[in-house]
């Protein structure tokens, strides 16, 4: 769907969708589920459990290379194979 | 299960020219995800001639079939039309798990993802790493619980990727995901 249709359906104008998608503005959450729904689709919101420390490591590893962050996943997977992983992923 | 080494497989698909991009929790990782994963999940292009070089690489890795209850996995034939054929390899190989996935959940596969790709460089190596927010979009629709776990965190980092753009451009400053604070 171009951003023209997208406007179309829900009375905004082409450069409005394209500030939306570009990050530019910032929809509020009723004119998010307004477009959503203008897609076709619903939006499923859900809680989850806040992991503080996640943030926290993932603010440490931003400010870190490529290969130091390579570089910590093969330490977290020796720690993870011996049984003390923090939590991962097959993929 | 062999030790994971992701930067040699990346040599290994650098050095037989193989056209792919890294996803998954990997992918997630090198932008900084605090999360461990065991595998090294790629999405080739299908071309026929680019599959062929992927055979080769494939041979070079002695990739195996991942089989439960087969810790040294499965001897199989390939080559750039039987790779084809099947949408998703689950392999183990001397470096590792190596997951191939033509499709993967919430995209159209690698012209889809080639789009947004980023150039990450590992151990020397030029890596072809799928966006950050096609990740996500692709853990979104996978929707398992593994993934549904680390997702608040991938969408956090997103946030302020997009934020520190949104800076650069304000500055007229370069593009690209930056330490905060």
């Known amino acids: ?91 | 299960m062999t030790d994971l080494r992701p930067a040699e497989i990346f040599a290994v698909l650098d050095r037989h020219e193989v056209r792919y991009v890294l996803i998954g929790g990997l992918a997630a990782i090198l932008y900084g995800a605090p999360h461990v994963t065991t595998d090294v999940d790629i999405v080739p292009e299908e071309d026929r001639r680019n599959l062929m070089r992927l055979s080769e690489a494939l041979t070079e890795l002695k990739a195996r079939i991942r089989v439960a209850g087969e810790p040294d996995g499965v001897p199989f034939g390939h080559d750039g039309v039987s790779l084809a054929k099947v949408r998703i390899w689950n392999l183990v190989t001397d470096l590792g798990n190596l997951d191939i996935s033509f499709v993967p959940s919430g995209t159209r596969g690698y012209d889809d993802l080639r789009r947004d790709l980023r150039t990450v460089t590992v151990n020397g190596i030029d890596v072809p790493v799928a966006s950050l927010a096609d990740v996500i979009r692709s853990k979104e629709a996978a929707d398992r619980e593994r993934d549904r776990a680390i997702l608040p965190v991938l969408r956090e980092m997103l946030e302020r990727e997009r934020g520190d753009r949104r800076g650069d451009r304000v500055r007229g400053g370069r593009e690209g995901p930056r330490a905060r604070g």
């Open chain 1, 1 to 91: 769907m171009s951003q023209r249709q997208l406007a179309g359906r829900v009375g905004l104008s082409q450069p409005e969708i394209a500030r939306i998608e570009s990050g530019v503005v910032a929809p509020s959450f009723e004119r998010v589920v307004e477009l959503v729904r203008a897609c076709g689709f619903d939006l499923a919101v859900r809680l989850v459990p806040l992991d503080e420390d996640a943030y926290s490591l993932a603010e440490q590893n931003m400010s870190r290379s490529p290969d130091e962050r390579l570089a910590g996943l093969l330490a977290g997977l020796e720690l993870y194979e011996q049984g003390v992983g923090r939590g991962g992923s097959d993929d």
